[in-house]
């Protein structure tokens, strides 16, 4: 059932929408994510579902451009557990399906990088990448990594990929007890283009809860595969460990979503293998590649 959103508008994140150079968020921004997460005024639930809830918001009524928040309960996963797992970059390519190619760039701060992450999208669009600024932070028992867009002088946009925009994507972990948590996914992201209704109704009705589902699976995994995978190699927690070489901000520059080409798909139709989760396609849940 979906919820009306109510007439007050929501105060925004502080961090990047105005910025016209890249800087890396400090306390008052991951105070700023937080609160924005933890908001319900503005937000139109519409999904629910053992124990996964999603809400959207339309920033712009005549843009594709929409804020997505999906909120997950993780029985048997520590909050420790979820932020190692969103951290380890060796792992999501074994458990995000979505993947094409993701590599990390260069180090910025003890907590902060720059990285560079393409993704498959549903079937017949262009598929899209992203470099992102991302940062984070644990706090007592609980955890935020965030990100934005940013331009790198090596990695411009390619041929083969539509440059999507991320203004603010990120993860809140709030830990429930010693072997429990909640994540929070929050993003505002300009896919760069006209996208058809139906791609916008499949992400918070069945893209983005699948996606939780299957990172909630992945976490339950993890220990055993980290054991068998440089169990003490944590860079994110000991930022020693990093083998990435440093960059000065100043080498990067915030990545404007008016200053990349706009790919009309809107007329698109979903495909055939898409609608019946076909081999591959977004139905697929085999992670047997987890072991």
């Known amino acids: 059932m979906e919820t009306p959103a109510a007439s007050i508008e929501p105060q925004g994140p502080r961090p990047v929408l105005g910025r016209d150079s890249v800087q890396v968020p400090d306390?008052?921004?991951?105070?700023?994510?937080?609160?924005?997460?933890?908001?319900?005024v503005g937000w139109n639930l519409t999904?629910?579902?053992?124990?996964?809830?999603?809400?959207?918001?339309?920033?712009?009524?005549?843009?594709t451009l929409h804020k997505i928040k999906?909120?997950?309960?993780?029985?048997?996963?520590p909050a420790e557990t979820l932020y190692d797992v969103l951290?380890?970059?060796?792992y999501r390519r074994k458990w995000d399906s979505n993947v094409i190619e993701t590599?990390?760039?260069?180090?910025?701060?003890?907590?902060?990088d720059v990285g560079y992450y393409s993704w498959?999208?549903?079937?017949?669009?262009?598929?899209?990448d992203v470099i992102t600024l991302r940062s984070w932070l644990p706090m007592g028992t609980d955890y935020i990594i965030m990100n934005y867009s940013?331009?790198?002088?090596?990695?411009?946009?390619?041929?083969?990929?539509?440059?999507?925009?991320?203004?603010?994507?990120?993860y809140l972990?709030?830990?429930?007890?010693?072997?429990?948590?909640?994540?929070?996914?929050?993003?505002?992201?300009?896919?760069?283009?006209?996208?058809?209704?139906?791609?916008?109704?499949?992400?918070?009705?069945?893209?983005?809860?699948?996606?939780?589902?299957?990172?909630?699976?992945?976490?339950?995994k993890y220990p055993d595969w980290k054991q068998k995978h440089q169990p003490h190699f944590k860079p994110w927690l000991h930022p020693e460990q990093s083998p990435l070489p440093s960059l000065a901000l100043s080498e990067l520059s915030v990545q404007h979503a008016d200053s990349l080409e706009n790919i009309d798909e809107s007329s698109v139709a979903e495909s055939k293998e898409e609608r019946t989760g076909g081999a591959g396609g977004e139905g697929s849940d085999d992670d047997t590649s987890l072991t």
């Open 150 to 170: 940013v331009k790198h002088p090596k990695y411009p946009p390619r041929k083969d990929l539509v440059r999507a925009v991320s203004i603010q994507t990120g």
């Open 173 to 220: 972990i709030q830990s429930t007890g010693p072997k429990s948590c909640v994540i929070t996914y929050l993003a505002q992201v300009d896919p760069k283009g006209s996208l058809p209704k139906w791609v916008v109704n499949k992400s918070s009705q069945f893209l983005a809860p699948k996606a939780m589902k299957k990172m909630y699976k992945a976490c339950v």
């Open 120 to 128: 498959r999208c549903p079937k017949p669009l262009k598929n899209r």
């Open 70 to 77: 999906c909120r997950m309960e993780c029985r048997d996963v």
């Open 47 to 63: 999904y629910s579902k053992a124990g996964v809830s999603v809400w959207v918001q339309a920033v712009e009524m005549d843009r």
């Open 27 to 40: 306390d008052q921004d991951f105070r700023s994510f937080r609160s924005e997460c933890e908001a319900e």
């Open 103 to 112: 590599f990390d760039i260069a180090r910025l701060t003890v907590n902060a």
């Open 87 to 90: 951290h380890d970059i060796e």
